[in-house]
C-alpha cells in the first residue's frame, strides 16, 4: 500500500550509498486528504504572476492562430488549464470587495 505522508525511505545507490529519498523529491508536495500533489511556481508579486499567466495565454493563441505550427490541441489545452489555475482568483474577489464604489 502506498501512501503520501513524509517519511525517512531510503534507497541504496550502486555503489551502496544510502539516498535519503526527501533530499530529491521535492517538486510534488501532497494534498491533505487527497490523491493529488501540488508543484510550485515562484514568483515575487502578483503582477509577475499575471505578466505569466498572460504569456501563457499568447502562446497558446499563437499556435491556434498559426496554421503552419504542429500543435497537438491537447497541448494547447493543458496549458490553458494551467494558466486558468494560476489565476488568483480569491486575491481578485477580495479586490472586488474592498473597492470604493
Given at each position: ?11 541504496t ?15 510534488l ?8 500533489y ?6 515575487s ?49 477580495f ?7
Open positions: 500500500m502506498s501512501t503520501k505522508k513524509e517519511s525517512t525511505q531510503t534507497v545507490a550502486k555503489n551502496g550509498e544510502k539516498i535519503n529519498l526527501s533530499d530529491y523529491l521535492t517538486t508536495q501532497p494534498l491533505e486528504h487527497s490523491n493529488n501540488t508543484a510550485k511556481i515562484e514568483v508579486e502578483y503582477y509577475e504572476l499575471g505578466c505569466l499567466v498572460s504569456s501563457l495565454i499568447s502562446v497558446c493563441r499563437g499556435a491556434i492562430e498559426n496554421e503552419q505550427l504542429d500543435t497537438d490541441p491537447t497541448e494547447i489545452s493543458r496549458v490553458l488549464e494551467v494558466a486558468q489555475n494560476l489565476l488568483p482568483l480569491a486575491e481578485m474577489e479586490l472586488d470587495r474592498v473597492r470604493p464604489f
